[in-house]
Structure formats: structure tokens, C-alpha cells
T-cell receptor, first 115, second 114 residues
Framework: DVKVTQSSRYLVKRTGEKVFLECVQD?????MFWYRQDPGLGLRLIYF???????EKGDIPEGYSVSREKKERFSLILESASTNQTSMYLC??????????????FGPGTRLTVT | AQTVTQSQPEMSVQEAETVTLSCTYD???????LFWYKQPPSRQMILVIR??????QNATENRFSVNFQKAAKSFSLKISDSQLGDAAMYFC???????????FGDGTTLTVKP
């Protein structure tokens, strides 16, 4: 089975701190994604990556950056955390675009609270 | 840009009954995929069912089936013989094969009453 893990289930940080959220997948997937999930807003794509050292902005990239130094690891970075970044963060992976079956495999999520 | 609309924030169903969750989407693409994902409380999101846009036949996975109306851009999920374990938030998702990324709806929280 595909396994996507995230470094923390719960995280509490202070405003202005630099925050790292880590995601690791064990199925050699090329594509990896970071979403945030907020009530009534569904999942919104922050960043995604097609390959090592490649990244693409999603729908809400402001205030975030990412790093992908290894194929299995995709990190989300909050350069200076703010209270409006309090949310559930979901990581996902999938095989490349153009290759069936396209479904995404999700991690358990990290609930981040910024105080 | 593609949009996905789930018009039912919450739904409830009696155990063993049937429930239908609605989803509509907007796209100008002809080649795409549609998915329903399930997110149980405090658990990981998992795939329930998927539909290729080029297939006219509706997808079915055991008690889960879809009603895919391509012209109407509608993709509803029917859950038959509902079970307590079906209680979850359900997300409809559109996958753009050209862009390689998905757009999700806001989700529908399904409650199953014993």
C-alpha cells in the first residue's frame, strides 16, 4: 500500500516563527502536493511538484514556500507564520500526469495552530 | 479555471438506506477525470470511486456508484445500504489531465443514523 506520512499531527507555533511541515511518500511517486483544508472551503492547493527540485504554485501560494530535494520528500515552509495560516495541512502524492490512474494518496494531515 | 461545487454541506441518512451526494463542475476541457474521496473523522482521505470523462458508463464500486452526466457537468455519488462506517466528509474532485492537478469541492459531511 502507498504510504504518505507527515511529520506532525498537531503543531502549535507562535506568530513570526518559521515553520517546516514535512511529507514523505514511499511509493516512488513523481508528483507531490500541499493543500490546506478549512471548513467550508474544501481543499485548496498551495504548491505542487512534478519532480525533484521542481515546484509549481497552486491557488494560494502567498506566505508559503516549498522544497523538494529528494523524490520522496516534499516540505512546506511558512517563512513567518501568521494567525491566518492556522489550518489543517494535507500532503498528497500521485504518479505523473499522463499516466493512469491519476488518483492522489493523502497523508494524515497536520493541524497547525499559530498563536 | 475549473470549479467544483458541492451544494450540500451536510447530509444525513438512515442506516441501510440510500443517499445521493451531488457535485457539479465547470470546465472547458474534454479530457478529465472525476473522483469522490472520503475523509473519515480524524483519518486519512481515501479514494472512493473515479470516473473517466471519456467513458459513458457510470463507475461502480460495491455499494458506491456515480451518476455521470457529462453534458450537464454533473457527477453525483450514490451510497446504497448505508453503513455507520460511511459517516465522513466526502469531497468531489476534478482532475485536469493537462495541468496535472485537481480541484476539490467544499465537501459534504455525511451522517449515518443507526
Amino acid at each position: 500500500d502507498v504510504k504518505v506520512t507527515q511529520s506532525s499531527r498537531y503543531l502549535v507555533k507562535r506568530t513570526g516563527e518559521k515553520v517546516f511541515l514535512e511529507c514523505v511518500q514511499d511509493m516512488d511517486h513523481e508528483n507531490m502536493f500541499w493543500y490546506r483544508q478549512d471548513p467550508g472551503l474544501g481543499l485548496r492547493l498551495i504548491y505542487f511538484s512534478y519532480d525533484v527540485k521542481m515546484k509549481e504554485k497552486g491557488d494560494i501560494p502567498e506566505g508559503y514556500s516549498v522544497s523538494r530535494e529528494k523524490k520522496e520528500r516534499f516540505s512546506l515552509i511558512l517563512e513567518s507564520a501568521s494567525t491566518n495560516q492556522t489550518s489543517m495541512y494535507l500532503c498528497a502524492s500521485s504518479i505523473p500526469a499522463g499516466t493512469d490512474p491519476y488518483e492522489q494518496y493523502f497523508g494524515p494531515g497536520t493541524r497547525l495552530t499559530v498563536t | 479555471a475549473q470549479t467544483v461545487t458541492q451544494s450540500q454541506p451536510e447530509m444525513s441518512v438512515q442506516e441501510a438506506e440510500t443517499v445521493t451526494l451531488s457535485c457539479t463542475y465547470d470546465t472547458s476541457e474534454s479530457d478529465y477525470y472525476l473522483f469522490w474521496y472520503k475523509q473519515p473523522p480524524s483519518r486519512q482521505m481515501i479514494l472512493v470511486i473515479r470516473q473517466e470523462a471519456y467513458k459513458q458508463q457510470n463507475a461502480t464500486e460495491n455499494r458506491f456508484s456515480v451518476n455521470f452526466q457529462k453534458a450537464a457537468k454533473s457527477f453525483s455519488l450514490k451510497i446504497s445500504d448505508s453503513q455507520l462506517g460511511d459517516a465522513a466528509m466526502y469531497f468531489c474532485a476534478y482532475y485536469n489531465t493537462n495541468a496535472g492537478k485537481s480541484t476539490f469541492g467544499d465537501g459534504t459531511t455525511l451522517t449515518v443514523k443507526p
